[in-house]
């Protein structure tokens, strides 16, 4: 257990124990069937899984990300001012996070990247290569949102361009992640927060952008070698993959292989790392190295097919991606609608803005990633911000 996870079991005890004492039906109905019916694949497939102590512990994990801390969130944002204080903490903890991976590229104290130590991880270090580019990608997309959103009435002058320059700012150490996954979320989650801001909106901050991308690879010249080869390798990942996504591309069949020999409910919770080797490719490496930021060489285990939706298809099964994936998609889709409304009576843009914004970001980085890590609480609050926004309209608007 993390400091993270412990903070967030005292949120949701006191929450818990505020709700017992107001004596009050805290959700509507239609909240509590959108956050609570991921309870229900969760609870299949623990009792499905091989090994009930790894079940256990999944399903802990699960309640916890998905269903409890997102509640939490629901019932403890009462205002527009709730919200972007919990946005804008997440914003600092990112700028601290990138400045720290700027450090790390610079001074060449970061993870092992081809064989040299120049990978920003900020405090995560290399056995968690995608923790700081997470962390950093929140803190874009809601830097992004409220530069996108017209100023609401009485809030600071200056809170506009502030957003701008710290979005501009986390360009830097989101590159020099040299994550894939994150680049490719980020891109395409920019690019429709731009178009539900509105076109004019759209091209002032993609022409900012495109500014920053030419400072930081042309003008500045970071590495912008190793960024482009980077960049030109997500367009051969079928015809010359590297060896990291021939892995992935064995971790999925093994994930569907799964599936199909259990279609209801999967293999249960945590069972993939015990039945990949039985449906697995012989290509298959047996870790991933890691190096540098101030650990020596390991070699981490390929415990997961680094793609939820296939996590959850192979573990969960048809329950699972049915009944966790819908309550995703219910949130998007109430939460676009409320944009859509808050847009036409000028209230309440940025909230909505940054809610989709960073939950689209996570629906498209999970096509290459999971949960796991000191990080995934922070994914937990994401999914807390987008239900606050499209759950209770009387509350952030």
Known sequence: MTPADAASGVLVAFCAVRALRARTRPLTAAAALVLGAPVVAIAVATLAAARPAAGVAGFVRYLQVFVLVPTALVLLLRTTRDFLVVAGSVVLLALVQGAFGVYQYATGTGASYVGENIRAVGTFGPSDVMGMATVVAYGLMISVGLALAPAAPGSPRRLRPVALGCAAALVVPLVLSFSRGTWIATVLACAVMTVLAGWRQAVRILAVTAAAGVVLVGGA???????????????????????????????????????????????????????????????????????????????????????????????????????????????????????????????????????????????????????????????????GLAAAWALRPEAVR
Not at 328 to 356: D, F, K, M, N, P
């Open 221 to 383: 010249g970071v590495g912008s070698q190793l960024i482009s080869d980077r960049v030109a390798s997500i367009t051969q990942v079928t015809d010359a993959p590297d060896s990291s996504v021939t892995d992935r591309y064995s971790l999925w069949a093994a994930a569907t292989d799964m599936w199909r020999e259990r279609p209801a409910t999967g293999v249960g919770l945590k069972g993939f790392p015990a039945h990949r080797d039985g449906h697995a490719a012989l290509d298959l490496s047996s870790g991933s190295d890691t190096d540098g930021a101030g650990q020596g060489f390991a070699r981490e285990p390929l415990l997961s097919p680094h793609n939820m939706y296939l996590l959850i298809l192979s573990e969960q099964g048809l329950i699972g991606i049915t009944l966790i994936v819908g309550s995703w998609a219910a949130l998007l889709a109430v939460g676009l609608s409320r944009l859509a409304g808050a847009r036409r009576a000028g209230r309440g843009t940025e909230c909505g803005l940054i809610a989709t914004g960073l939950l689209l970001w996570q629906c498209v980085d999970f096509l290459y990633a999971d949960i796991g890590g000191p990080s995934t609480v922070l994914t937990a609050m994401l999914f």
